[in-house]
């Protein structure tokens, strides 16, 4: 079984201001690993995804997150956040295939103009 | 261009009373599609999956049941609501290499 666990889960910054998004997993084989953006009473909205090759991935609207086997983490970042990146952000894990996803509780980013 | 709706966009309900949440897929054939559920404030539990019609495989026991009568479409339901079956109902689309692709969701209360 696999486990996501997004140790934060609220973080706050200003305008301007850069954010790491911190996210860890649990699995022993391959993984494909995501990260979706979630506003308030909406639907998720897919950000980016790493499976293999350079483990520093770009995603959309100036996202990029960094895969790291040896700590087991695949961590969402992006330097100058905007007041519209306010949401709650999820990672999620899948083995190859398309039948099992796990996510984590959520990082809930507040960014004050 | 792919779209996914979901129906109705928000039910208050009875607890023991019966529940039909449904999701339509266009533009993507034969889609592998997803049911999930999100207490309010939290995260993502996947309840079902099916790869195709008449096949559903069960994630999570919650008391509901799920179908796939049409090649695009993917039922959510019960016969008796619980107090515990309240939360967001998101219905999601599989892309390439595992992809999520979700629906605006359902907003269930059960009182």
């Known amino acids: 079984t696999q486990t996501v666990s997004q140790s934060d889960a609220h973080v706050t910054v200003f305008e301007g201001d850069s954010v790491e998004l911190r996210c860890n997993y649990s699995?022993?084989?391959?993984?494909?690993l995501s990260w979706y953006i979630q506003h308030h009473g909406r639907g998720l909205q897919f950000l980016l995804k790493?499976?293999?090759?350079?483990?520093v991935v770009q995603g959309v609207n100036g996202f990029e997150a960094e895969f790291s086997k040896s700590d087991s983490s695949f961590h969402l970042r992006k330097a100058s956040v905007h007041w519209s990146d306010s949401a709650v952000y999820f990672c999620?894990?899948?083995?190859?295939?398309?039948?099992?996803?796990?996510f984590g509780k959520g990082t809930s980013l507040t960014v004050i103009p | 261009a792919q779209t996914i709706h979901q129906w109705p966009v928000a039910e208050i309900k009875a607890v023991g009373s019966p529940l039909s949440l449904g999701c339509t897929i266009k533009?993507?054939?034969?889609?592998?599609l997803y049911w999930y559920w999100q207490a309010t404030g939290g995260t993502l539990q996947q309840l079902f999956y099916?790869?195709?019609?008449?096949?559903v495989e069960s994630v999570v026991q919650l008391n509901l049941s799920a179908s796939r009568p049409k090649d695009d479409q993917f039922i959510l339901s019960t016969e008796k609501l619980l107090l515990s079956h309240s939360g967001f109902y998101l219905c999601?689309?599989?892309?390439?290499?595992?992809?999520?692709?979700f629906g605006p969701g359902t907003r269930l209360l059960v009182l």
């Open positions: 999620a894990a899948s083995s190859t295939g398309y039948q099992n996803f796990y």
């Open positions: 699995y022993g084989g391959s993984i494909y």
């Open positions: 790493y499976y293999s090759g350079n483990p």
């Open positions: 999601a689309w599989g892309g390439v290499q595992d992809t999520q692709y």
């Open positions: 533009g993507k054939s034969s889609p592998n």
């Open positions: 099916s790869i195709t019609v008449g096949q």
